[in-house]
């Protein structure tokens, strides 16, 4: 259990898991710089971001809903929650304060652009459900990406693969934080996408330079031994 006073953003996840160097430079060290890519992002969550609770049929929609998980030591928020009514009676369902029934909970993270190839946003989602869960002691099975470009609902399985992946991330996180270290990176293909790389690639090439004159200086040392 991680006290308040150590808890890490929990959208710092998704940062990680595009470049660990990224977490830290946004995250240890503070810098962020806005780019397009961000404010799209931003004006995308403004709009899902408008009303704060909504009620349609059995659907009740809580909208920026704060979440922290004290097992995970991690604080953030739900761009929206759905509680759906169910007519049977659910284990893994909840009660809620001024509503009849029982609700199970569906987490919905709204993203720009379409769905990727890589797990970088259901690992933030399956963050957002373990803090559900551990907040309103209850299960959650599956929550659903919503993206600006397609319009469309991508349904994510919290399996225990990735539970237990958001799990380790986040232990791996905490650990370089306390330590202050910034992961060192290295130039991919990602980096062009990289809010970021303004910042970043001067001095990755910086390093790799100092890097080759260490290297050739004793290189030149041992051919003169
Ligand atoms: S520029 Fe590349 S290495 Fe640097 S933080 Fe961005 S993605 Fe990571």
Known sequence: MYAEDEYLQLSGIQHYAFCKRQWGLAYIEQQWQENVRTVEGHL?????????TEHRGDVITSRAMPVSSRALGISGECDVVEFHKETAQRDDAV???AYDGIYSVVPVEYKRGSPKQNEVDALQLCAQALCLEEMLSCRIDAGYLFYAQT???????????????VKR????????????VTPRGRRTKSCNACSLRDLCLPAL?????????IDGEIGREEAEA
């Open 44 to 52: 995308v969550h403004e709009r899902a971001h408008d009303v704060s």
């Open 95 to 97: 009660f809620l304060p």
């Open 151 to 165: 319009r469309r609902r991508q349904h994510i399985e919290f399996t225990d693969e990735l539970r237990g992946e």
């Open 169 to 180: 991330i986040f232990q791996e996180m905490h650990e370089l934080y306390r330590r202050g």
């Open 205 to 213: 090439e910086k390093k790799r330079d100092v890097g080759r004159y």
